[in-house]
């Protein structure tokens, strides 16, 4: 931002050079970039970050930070404007907010029978002193105004209004609005807009139509000062690709407090450059009264956060000079701090203290070694297992990813609004990211979109916190293992895809160290059973002994068309919080059998809805401790529920004794066991 050295001059009394009061400012508040001489002049260019953007973009905000640095009176006052008691503005504009939060305050006043025309020779100079071309007394005397208190405000022609009346409300789809220098805009529905009877008067907060501009033939104008959503203005920016002086300051957030301040200073220097009688009134939809931040803090707090030992005395006095106003409290030691209104920065007791230090100096504050013993950390086990899990699932060929923990209500819709204990955020950055995600899914299956553009095969996971929000309990959050398997493939077998990543569940618990794993039908009371994100007859629980800990199976369709995604999905979610709680550190290690392994391979006939799981666990059971593994390698499935046997179920069975090398005669028995099962089960059985 530029700021004049004059300028500044006429409020606060400034000996030193403008390099000098540079110096001053860059170590105390923002850095100034650089100080340039523009004839008589020198403008500072500051670097105003948006913590002080609130009350700093302005030459006002800054003469109150030198006053402050310099000790030092600044010397501003609004003067009381004198009205045509004859006239009153309710005669002559209407003022309509529809949109009463993207519009909290909306202040107008109304100057009669003033002449346009060039500026007088003090207001130019000030406007193109800081790169503004000069237009006319009235345009500029509304810059000269906002660049002195740093609120926007806007002149229309009352004659070019249709029966006076303004209305403040969004934008309809498709419409298209002429702003000043000619350039022209295709609105959508979620743009707030200035608007009369007959037509668009001005993008809200942005720039001015040119529909009532002011003209050589304007005598009558209404001045606009009002509050405007922050976060609207800045998407509204965005997305017209249009950033002007005005909607950079009201996307910084201004108090609503300086819109009838500012508007009051404005009509009393149109009154000087361009005459007019003002009528009298104000039109304002807003409040007068706003409550102050208050903020309890000890002198010890402030010097535990500083570091030093400064005086009582030294606090307070800073804390004035910065516009605090402090009270000491009833109880010992204790004070309450009234937080200026521009001062929207200043929240906390901490904020009280980092002020204290950069008015005291942080030249001023000697570093000193730690005097603290150190100690080493205790372990974390949800770092330490969420390290080992990501090593674990790399090595099986996944690919760790690591996204924003917020949403919006678009992500949302897809699930037909299932998710009704959301977490919102009180000042979110952008809509799309309005609540705190209730499920890690949500942007791994948008990975899964967006990777499917360059590549065939995804193997993604992500651990991440999740939340919501219950009256009885508050704010919950949870620890999440999450994961998405997706191959566009000509033969898009969900099923094979399926359990693949069975497999690596399986292999994952087992290399974290739990054992009594199962993977299961779902139970009819599971809270996953009417869940928009799974396919109702492919999903499964995933349970530790009797605790289920998440499911996996297959992304209902349904969501994948929604998202634009062509190839089945399989995914899986996983409370990580309750596995890592399950973990045993204790191996048992078991020698190598040094005798050779026997296979043999056996197809079972079974109904289409029989559980692989139950024939699975007979099989282990009747093998004894010879059988040592048993691996599905093969499934088919003709879906065919009319017939007896609709699936045949293909399995690799493997003996191996720690004694002795087993005969033929040993594992046939064994095999003549496990065929005798399960035709007693009503399965069929090839070999």
């Known amino acids: 931002m530029k700021i004049s050295y004059n300028w500044l001059k006429e409020y606060i009394s400034l000996k030193e050079k403008p390099e000098k009061i540079a110096d001053i400012l860059t170590m105390h508040a923002f850095e100034v970039e650089d100080v340039k001489r523009v004839?008589?002049?020198?403008?500072?260019n500051l670097d105003i970050l948006p913590n002080r953007a609130h009350d700093c973009l302005s030459h006002i905000g800054v003469a109150r930070e030198l006053g402050v640095l310099l000790k030092r009176k600044v010397n501003f006052k609004i003067p009381?404007?004198?009205e045509n008691k004859k006239e009153k503005i309710e005669d002559y504009i209407s003022v309509d907010v529809n949109e009463k939060y993207l519009c909290s305050?909306?202040?107008?006043?109304?100057?009669?029978?003033?002449?346009?025309?060039?500026?007088?020779?003090?207001?130019?100079?000030?406007?193109?002193?800081?790169?503004?071309k000069s237009i006319n007394n009235v345009v500029d005397a509304t810059n000269y105004a906002m660049f002195l208190m740093g609120q926007p405000m806007h002149a229309f022609d009352l004659d070019k209004l249709k029966e006076g009346e303004i209305i403040v409300a969004k934008s309809k789809k498709d419409e298209v609005i002429e702003v000043l220098g000619g350039d022209k805009y295709?609105?959508?529905?979620?743009?707030?807009?200035?608007?009369?009877?007959?037509?668009?008067?001005?993008?809200?907060?942005?720039?001015?139509?040119?529909?009532?501009?002011?003209?050589?033939?304007?005598?009558?104008?209404?001045?606009?000062?009002?509050?405007?959503?922050?976060?609207?203005?800045?998407?509204?920016?965005?997305?017209?690709?249009?950033?002007t002086d005005s909607s950079m300051r009201f996307e910084n957030e201004l108090h609503q407090t300086i819109c009838k301040d500012a508007l009051e200073f404005l009509a009393g220097i149109i009154l000087d450059v361009a005459g007019g009688s003002v009528v009298s009134g104000v039109i304002d939809t807003g409040v007068d009264k706003y409550e102050k931040t208050k903020i309890i803090f000890s002198i010890k707090?402030?010097?535990d956060v500083i570091g030093i030992d400064i005086s009582e005395k030294d606090i307070l006095v800073i804390l004035k000079r910065l516009g605090f106003f402090v009270v000491k409290s009833v109880k010992k030691d204790i004070f309450i701090a009234d937080v200026p209104f521009e001062r929207l920065d200043v929240l906390l007791k901490e904020d009280l203290a980092e002020e204290v230090a950069r008015v005291y100096g942080y030249e001023n504050i000697n570093s000193r070694p730690i005097e603290a013993?150190?100690?080493?950390?205790?372990?974390?086990?949800?770092?330490?297992?969420?390290?080992?899990?990501?090593n674990i699932l790399v090595g099986l060929g996944l690919t760790d990813v690591y996204?924003?923990?917020?949403?919006?209500?678009?992500?949302?819709?897809?699930?037909?609004?299932?998710?009704?204990?959301?977490?919102?955020?009180?000042?979110?950055?952008?809509?799309?990211?309005?609540?705190?995600?209730?499920?890690?899914?949500?942007?791994?299956?948008?990975?899964?979109y967006e990777n499917l553009k360059h590549q065939k095969h995804i193997r993604l996971f992500e651990i991440g916190k999740v939340f919501s929000y219950s009256k009885s309990n508050g704010l919950l959050e949870k620890n999440m293992l999450a994961g998405v398997l997706a191959y566009k493939t000509k033969r898009q077998d969900g099923a094979e895809v399926f359990y693949e990543l069975k497999g690596i569940l399986e292999i994952f618990f087992e290399k974290l160290g739990i054992a009594d794993i199962s993977i299961d039908a779902l139970k009819n009371d599971s809270s996953y059973s009417h869940s928009a994100f799974w396919h109702s007859g492919r999903i499964a629980e995933v349970s530790i002994g009797n605790i289920v800990v998440g499911v996996v199976g297959e992304i209902s369709h349904s969501i994948l068309n929604k998202m634009n995604i062509d190839t089945r999905v399989s995914a899986f979610d996983l409370d990580f919080s309750k596995i890592i709680k399950m973990v045993d550190e204790k191996y048992e290690y078991k020698a190598i059998s040094k005798f050779p392994a026997t296979t043999r391979d056996i197809a079972i006939l079974t109904e289409s809805d029989a559980r692989i799981g139950d024939v699975q666990d007979l099989i282990e059971r009747v093998g004894g401790s010879l059988l040592v593994d048993v691996d599905l390698f093969d499934i088919y499935d003709d879906n065919n529920t009319n017939a007896l046997f609709g699936k045949s179920l293909a399995f690799h069975l493997i003996f191996q004794s720690q004694e002795k090398t087993l005969l033929d005669k040993d594992v046939d028995s064994i095999?003549?066991?496990?065929?005798k099962s399960l035709k007693d089960s009503g399965w069929d059985v090839r070999q």
């Open 301 to 303: 707090e402030i010097k």
């Open 39 to 44: 004839g008589k002049d020198y403008i500072f």
């Open 105 to 132: 305050r909306y202040t107008a006043r109304v100057i009669l029978n003033l002449k346009v025309g060039p500026s007088p020779k003090w207001l130019k100079e000030r406007v193109e002193s800081l790169d503004q």
């Open 671 to 675: 095999m003549e066991r496990i065929v």
């Open 403 to 448: 996204n924003y923990s917020f949403i919006g209500r678009k992500e949302i819709a897809l699930f037909n609004d299932q998710y009704n204990d959301l977490v919102s955020i009180l000042k979110p950055l952008s809509l799309d990211k309005k609540f705190l995600r209730p499920t890690l899914l949500f942007h791994l299956l948008n990975n899964i």
């Open 186 to 243: 295709i609105l959508d529905d979620s743009i707030l807009t200035i608007r009369g009877k007959d037509g668009l008067l001005a993008i809200a907060g942005i720039k001015g139509g040119v529909k009532a501009e002011i003209d050589a033939n304007t005598k009558n104008i209404i001045l606009e000062s009002a509050y405007f959503e922050p976060i609207n203005i800045r998407q509204t920016s965005k997305k017209l690709n249009l950033r």
């Open 373 to 390: 013993e150190l100690y080493p950390a205790e372990r974390n086990d949800e770092y330490f297992y969420s390290d080992s899990t990501k």
């Open 80 to 82: 009381k404007v004198k």
